[in-house]
């Protein structure tokens, strides 16, 4: 009986590690992100002006863009609260093609790549004030 409550135990312990590491692989890639790993940094804001919803970053403002995202921390949540504010989502596409997002969601929730997290309003709060300064191109994708 003990074997088998210790094989039960040893199980759990590993099913909640490899679920552990599976929560934090969207934090590990904002964390460990390069400027020089971009090839391409866009800022969608979904309120305001209709002419002021987008940017198309410049190679210059990588760095800078690069360093919040390598900021992020915060607790993974499955069941959202619903909130009312804007979303400020920054798509980045590496230099291989892929394309990421990483969203402020009403400085409440840190969303990358469809993953959730409790981030703390001061760090969201910071960074979502990015200018945008153009329309959001009628052929881009969300």
């Given amino acids: 009986m003990r074997k088998i409550c210790f094989a039960i135990i040893c199980v759990l312990i590993l099913l909640g590690t490899a679920a552990c590491r599976d929560n934090d692989a969207q934090l590990a890639w904002a964390q460990s992100l390069k400027a020089s790993d971009v090839a391409r940094i866009e800022i969608v804001r979904l309120l305001g002006a209709a002419d002021e919803r987008y940017k198309d970053c410049e190679k210059t403002e990588f760095e800078r863009i690069v360093s919040i995202i390598n900021g992020a921390k915060g607790k993974r949540v499955d069941a959202l609260e619903g909130i009312s504010g804007g979303t400020v989502t920054v798509y980045i596409t590496l230099n291989d093609g892929t394309r990421h997002t990483f969203a402020n969601n009403g400085n409440v929730y840190l969303v ?13 709060n910071g960074w979502s004030n990015e200018k945008t300064n153009g329309a959001l191109p009628q052929d881009f994708v969300l």
């Fill in 112 to 124: 990358i790549d469809g993953v959730s997290f409790e981030a703390k309003y001061e760090w969201l």
